[in-house]
């Protein structure tokens, strides 16, 4: 018997059964069952496919979560890190120094020349936020040590803060330091850093900050900032003298503007604030900044 559209008509008040029916929706809302029909078992495996399809859809999606969510819990690569056999220290008190002890690298560390301030980095002329600062640093006595004070009026404190930086310092392309300092917050908080500098290629291009760029002078080329080691955080507030310290390797090149250069020098930095309208002070000295081992 040839079969068509309409398979046949039953003992079911004259209606008619189609392909639509065999899925299940007949005109006047009968079910039927699919092994009625010649194309029942057609219409099962299609079934199955699109399961099949949604089923590796879902495995895919889920797969292709993981491994995001996988990849964002690793911690990012640094490419200055140190590597396990070797990882940078800090700490407080005096640091772990070779014996005999290297030369320190930092003239004038402790305020003791006949000009207290001779080389060190107080004024920021072309810097717009510390254009103000040489008028909050002076030199003084506190706990019997001759120190620089950095202290700030109402209001400084809790914007850009104050800062005092150490001579420019040459050094090694990478090799390993220690550098520390002797800290007395007193009533502010302070962070210190080396940072690391090496030559300014476009002196004339605006970056995006301009304390990251030094203007050429005493014979000095024009420097752009390219490294920073952040040294451990004294106690906030303290008012006795802590010494912290830490140790860090500089990178053997840096990319600027595309290209590979050398670092050029370094200069140890602290820089104080806290988020208070009111004035705020902290002491600092005994700068020390050693080459412990070469490239």
Sequence with gaps: MIRTNVDCHENTGGVCKSR?????QNHRGQNHDFANHDFAPHAFSCLVVRWLRQGI???????????????AAQPKKNPFAPTSTEMMRDGFGPPPLPMPPPPNLVTNCDFSAKDPLAGWRVDYPTESFYKANKNYISISNQGGRKCALIDLPPGIGGNQGGKIESPFTPCEPGAKYIVSADCMTWNSAAKLFVEVYTVNPMPER????????VPAADGRPPLLRCHRVQIKDPPADGKTWTTVWREFVLPKSVTILGKEQPPLCMTVKVTIYKGTPNAIKGYFTNFRLYKIKGP
């Design 20 to 24: 639509r029916t065999a899925l299940g």
């Design 57 to 71: 859809l879902w495995a895919i999606t889920i797969g292709l979560v993981a491994v995001t969510l996988t990849d």
């Design 206 to 213: 605006k970056f995006k900050t301009d304390i990251s760029t």
